[in-house]
């Protein structure tokens, strides 16, 4: 069963910074791009950024281009989001998600993790 | 990619078909491939894919969801709607960087 957990959300004030991560196990990690989307209240659902299985290839949205930053570890199966410069529109519900296709960014989702909250503020 | 959602909100009752149209700013098919997702998202919880590629159920999804469409306009159609269909859906397109849809919250009568 693949499972997706996020942790590292929290209350921080606008200029921080905040490293969330996802623990994935279920699948074979090291063969799948991750993902990072997000959702505020009464917003869309927002794509952030993207990793492709290597981790040599990174995708990210423009509202968080140059201050956020995704990695990965594969030996601990584990995707992170460093997130500094914060601001109040950055506050949201962080998921991870799984690419469907293995050994390709294709950037289209099969599982999520159930997310943690970011809240930027002073 | 501009994806909009109409209705933004329906209410159904048990028993009787529903329908969302997703209608997006630029085609999203190329080479074979139209890249056109539908997730909806329980109460309290995170999205779950239902269809993939338009017209795919996503493995466990019951058979009474379907979609279809191409080009620019596409439906998702629930075809006896039951009270665990509660929840918010959404399209994705992929074709290019992932934008999705505002959303059409779905609840029962």
């Known amino acids: 069963e693949v499972q997706l957990l996020e942790s590292g959300g929290a209350l921080v004030q606008p200029g921080g910074s905040l490293r969330l991560s996802c623990a994935a196990s279920?699948?074979?990690?090291?063969?799948?791009?991750m993902s990072w989307v997000r959702q505020s209240p009464g917003e869309r659902l927002e794509w952030v950024s993207t990793?492709?299985?290597?981790?040599?290839?990174?995708y990210y949205a423009d509202s968080v281009s140059g201050r956020f930053t995704i990695s990965r570890d594969n030996s601990k199966s584990t995707l992170y989001l460093q997130m500094n410069s914060l601001r109040a529109e950055d506050s949201a519900i962080y998921y991870c998600a799984k690419d469907i296709p293995p050994w390709a960014v294709a950037i289209e989702f099969d599982y999520w993790g159930q997310g943690t909250l970011v809240t930027v503020s002073s | 990619i501009v994806m909009t959602q109409t209705p933004l909100s329906l209410s159904v009752t048990p028993g009787q078909p529903a329908s969302i149209s997703c209608k997006s700013s630029q085609s999203l098919h190329n080479d074979g491939k139209t890249y056109l997702y539908w997730y909806v998202q329980k109460p309290g919880q995170s999205p779950q894919l239902l269809i993939y590629?338009?017209?795919n159920r996503f493995s466990g999804v019951p058979d009474r969801f379907s979609g279809s469409g191409s080009g620019t306009d596409f439906t998702l159609k629930i075809s006896r709607v039951e009270a665990e269909d509660v929840g918010l859906y959404h399209c994705m397109q992929s074709i290019q960087l992932p934008t999705f849809g505002q959303g059409t919250r779905l609840d029962i009568k």
């Open positions: 279920g699948f074979t990690f090291s063969n799948y791009a």
């Open positions: 590629e338009v017209s």
């Open positions: 990793i492709s299985d290597s981790g040599g290839s990174t």
